[in-house]
């Protein structure tokens, strides 16, 4: 029987929580809610995360945008999928949800944008410059 000590992720309240491992047989104690004791399972067969960083953008207003892995990577892909993005960087106009690298690390899951990052106006054509942004851009 093997038992580990872990604290809940799921929200904030970080539940302490006791996992006992026996056989195929798994028990979660501390968990405050169901969430937790999911967790508590999940933890000990098949942990997971989702990666959240940043890459270069080019010609944007900012000089980097915040992305994440689309969906739970395994815990011990994480390294990989950051490796994998040391070479990545994209064009500005970036949008939220837009995919900078598609199947990172092999994962079959995607690295999307989780912010907006607008082009420089000095880098903008006349055509991608808003209406009401004109005068000010040219
Ligand atoms: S067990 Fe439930 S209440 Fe406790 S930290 Fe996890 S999700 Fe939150």
Redesign the pocket.
């Known amino acids: 029987m093997e038992k580990r000590n872990l604290t809940?992720i799921?929200?904030p309240?970080?539940?302490s929580l006791v996992v006992t491992i026996d056989g195929d047989n798994i028990d979660v104690t501390g968990?405050?809610?169901k969430?937790?004791y999911d967790?508590g399972v999940k933890e000990v067969t098949n942990p997971t995360r989702v990666v959240t960083t940043t890459v270069p953008v080019s010609d944007g207003v900012d000089l980097r945008v915040s992305c994440k892995t689309s969906g739970d990577v395994p815990k011990d892909k994480m390294i990989d999928v950051i490796k994998d993005l040391t070479e990545v960087s994209i064009n500005a106009p970036v949008a939220i949800g837009d995919v900078i690298k598609a199947n990172v690390a092999n994962t079959g899951i995607d690295i999307v944008a989780t912010k907006n990052v607008s082009k420089k106006k000095s880098n903008l054509k006349a055509t991608e410059v808003p209406k009401h942004e004109y005068k000010k851009a040219i």
Do not use: I, Q
């Open positions: 809940c799921r929200c309240l970080g539940c968990n405050t809610c969430r937790g967790y």
